[in-house]
């Protein structure tokens, strides 16, 4: 094992826990690498949500030691037309679709390299079409936990596909948002930066309204509010978040991920 290796593969999937998925894919990694330490960051991510899954990557990858493996499959276009590839940054390798799972990492400060897992000598054989998670991505990572260089897996390649959340619409009177994605506690995250808009929803009142129910301050914490309030807060990952303490605003408040909602000033 060099020095670039950690011997760590961590595990980011729609695949939840039914079914063999999560365990054939362990197995397939520990198959190249017994020793290997894998460790599950989650198997939650909303079925086929790519931004939500580069959400995740970006937010807990760099709280891994260097030489760690982060294999990624949220993968609506599996047997498609989409490369299999592995990346390289600020000494962290990454194992997934290029299907945008990636975009954080593209978006950051870092040089990214990037390279096709091509070699069949990487992969097993057959390989299914609809489980590229097991039969190329698995294996591939479990090659690189050992010390292989990313460039063995195949020639190098540019223009990884991106994929950018939507914006927020600002006017002088509100700012439309949406709601991405609910997590396992109901909370629901949107698509407002406290980069962007932190300051203005710190200074500035502001509502959020829905049926029977109105947030008009910024929490800085879960617990802030009262059992079964409403409020708004900016989490760990710098989102703004509609969450319900000791509740679960994805099944109180009416709302779902897609849907947009107003933040009205003043």
Known sequence: MNRKAS????????FGWGGEYVGAMKGAILKVNARCLVTDITHQINPQN???????????????????????????G????????????????FVGPDNGVFSGLLSGK???????????KYSLWPVSPTFHG??????AAGHLSLGLPSGKLGPRVKGLVRRESPRPEETK??????????????????????KDFGRALASRPFQIKGKGWKIDRLSRTYGKEKPGQPM????SGGRLEISVNQGNALDALGLKPGEAISILWG
């Open 7 to 14: 011997g760590i593969v961590t595990l980011i999937t729609d």
């Open 50 to 76: 790519i931004l939500q899954a580069a959400y995740v990557l970006q937010n807990s990858y760099p709280y891994y030691p260097p030489g760690t493996v982060h294999v990624v499959v949220v993968d609506p």
């Open 78 to 93: 599996v047997g498609m037309e989409r490369r299999a590839v592995a990346l390289e940054t600020e000494g962290h390798f």
């Open 110 to 120: 870092g040089k990214v390299e990037a390279y096709e897992i091509a070699d069949r």
């Open 134 to 139: 097991r039969d190329i991505f698995a294996p």
């Open 173 to 194: 009177k509100r700012l439309g948002a949406q709601i991405l994605w609910a997590d396992s506690f109901g909370n629901l995250t949107t698509n407002v930066t406290q």
């Open 232 to 235: 708004a807060l900016f989490g």
